[in-house]
């Protein structure tokens, strides 16, 4: 782009046939769109900017990129919906998720899928995993509630057994 400073330049679709390109003066970033056909000309010219396996190279990174932004915009919306949960955040619901699952009404039936999860997750605290108390760790595993569970838990976390 005559008075332009080439920038960057990646593949905008899956089939490598349209790049986008970026060019830059002092006061103005302006982008074109090139087709990847041999022979043309504004291609041609992109080429002695860029070579192909940058531009592809480009393409991965770009996409990489877009992909980041997406997932940590997709993590803040869940954050400030309540969907998910930040337990290094002072400012957080996680501490009344915690309450209510554990001081909840159980229910065998609904629950249960809950308390299995809940389960697993005890047994991947290093303490618990790595007790050689059998009859403490079956406590846990017999715990018909989240409440029974965790003091379970909290009993081979503390020694307590």
């Given at each position: 782009?005559?008075?332009?400073?080439?920038?960057?330049?990646?593949?905008?679709?899956?089939?490598?046939?349209?790049?986008e390109?970026?060019?830059?003066?002092?006061?103005?970033?302006?982008?074109?769109?090139?087709?990847?056909?041999?022979?043309?000309?504004?291609?041609?010219?992109?080429?002695?900017?860029?070579?192909?396996?940058?531009?592809?190279?480009?393409?991965?990174?770009?996409?990489?990129?877009?992909?980041?932004?997406?997932?940590?915009?997709?993590i803040?919306?869940?954050?400030?919906?309540?969907?998910?949960?930040?337990?290094?955040?002072?400012?957080?619901?996680?501490?009344?998720?915690?309450?209510?699952?554990?001081?909840?009404?159980?229910?065998?039936?609904?629950?249960?899928?809950k308390?299995?999860?809940?389960?697993?997750?005890?047994?991947?605290?290093?303490?618990?995993?790595?007790?050689?108390?059998?009859?403490?760790?079956?406590?846990?595993?017999?715990?018909?509630?989240?409440?029974?569970?965790?003091?379970?838990?909290?009993?081979?976390?503390?020694?307590?057994?």
């Amino acid at each position: 782009m005559e008075g332009h400073e080439f920038l960057t330049a990646h593949f905008l679709n899956n089939e490598r046939t349209t790049i986008e390109v970026y060019w830059a003066t002092k006061n103005d970033t302006r982008v074109t769109y090139v087709e990847a056909k041999d022979g043309d000309p504004q291609y041609e010219e992109l080429l002695s900017h860029i070579d192909i396996d940058t531009l592809h190279e480009n393409t991965y990174k770009h996409i990489r990129e877009q992909n980041s932004l997406f997932e940590n915009q997709v993590i803040q919306i869940a954050k400030e919906r309540g969907m998910i949960y930040d337990i290094d955040s002072i400012n957080t619901d996680v501490y009344k998720a915690i309450a209510a699952a554990m001081f909840a009404p159980f229910n065998p039936e609904e629950d249960k899928e809950k308390l299995f999860m809940f389960k697993l997750q005890l047994f991947e605290v290093e303490q618990i995993r790595d007790s050689k108390d059998k009859e403490a760790k079956k406590k846990i595993r017999q715990a018909k509630t989240m409440l029974t569970a965790c003091q379970a838990a909290i009993n081979v976390y503390q020694g307590n057994t």
